[in-house]
């Protein structure tokens, strides 16, 4: 157990529909990373919070976003879903930089 | 654009034999990280390197960052069918905090 909790682990939405994937970090851990991994592309990186605050973003599309509370937990927002973005979305926590990352069990997105 | 190469792709061996994957870049890397990820579930850390030169070990396994600190290699001696797994490296981008990820070594041990 990595300590890092992801919620939901499945869910199945339809084209065009809105979800929301939770994460709560390891205690301790500031940073937060999103990543999406289907099955060609490898581990994707979307996003990365620090302490609240947006630090770096990668390849993430505009129909996404995600936020991180002053709890620390994080949301990563899907919207106006197509069928391409079905795939294994990871979240990681992290104490910092250049140390490695926990990752959550992931939660798989099946769009129908 | 800091890319992870990792070889070989796929790699399936014997049980019992030696073999070593290989993580590169034209890039420099403060740090080096090493994970494992078993099917459906999230990848796990297994080691950090962060000198140029080091090697660490892991019980039959040995990791070593390269003297530059643009390459590193993990070694496995005498595999397992417990070592099957798909083995990534990360490392750290150079102007921000994102974790980049090679696309990984998929590895096979035959019993």
């Known amino acids: 157990d990595s300590g890092v909790t992801q919620t939901p682990k499945h869910l199945i939405t339809a084209t065009g529909q809105r979800v929301t994937l939770r994460c709560s970090p390891r205690s301790g851990d500031l940073s937060v990373y999103w990543y999406q991994q289907s099955l060609d592309q490898g581990l994707q990186f979307l996003i990365q919070y620090y302490n609240g605050e947006e630090r770096a973003k990668g390849n993430i599309l505009e129909r996404f976003s995600a936020q991180q509370f002053p709890d620390l937990h994080s949301e990563l927002n899907l919207s106006s879903l197509e069928l391409g973005d079905s795939a294994l979305y990871f979240c990681?926590?992290?104490?910092?930089?250049?140390?490695?990352?926990?990752f959550g069990q992931g939660t798989r997105l099946t769009v129908v | 654009t800091q890319l992870l190469e990792q070889s070989p792709q796929f790699l399936s061996i014997q049980e019992g034999e030696n073999l070593t994957v290989y993580c590169n870049s034209s890039s420099v890397f403060s740090s080096l990280q090493w994970y494992r990820q078993e099917p459906g579930e999230g990848p796990v850390l297994l080691v950090t390197?962060?000198?140029?030169?080091e090697v660490k070990k892991l019980k039959r396994l040995t990791f070593q960052f390269g003297d530059a600190r643009k390459d590193s290699s993990l070694h496995i001696t005498a595999a397992q069918p417990g070592d099957t797994g798909l083995y990534l490296c990360a490392g750290d981008g150079d102007r921000d905090d994102k974790i980049i990820f090679g696309k990984g070594t998929r590895l096979h041990i035959l019993p």
């Open positions: 390197v962060v000198t140029g030169g």
């Open positions: 990681a926590s992290s104490q910092g930089t250049g140390i490695g990352a926990f």
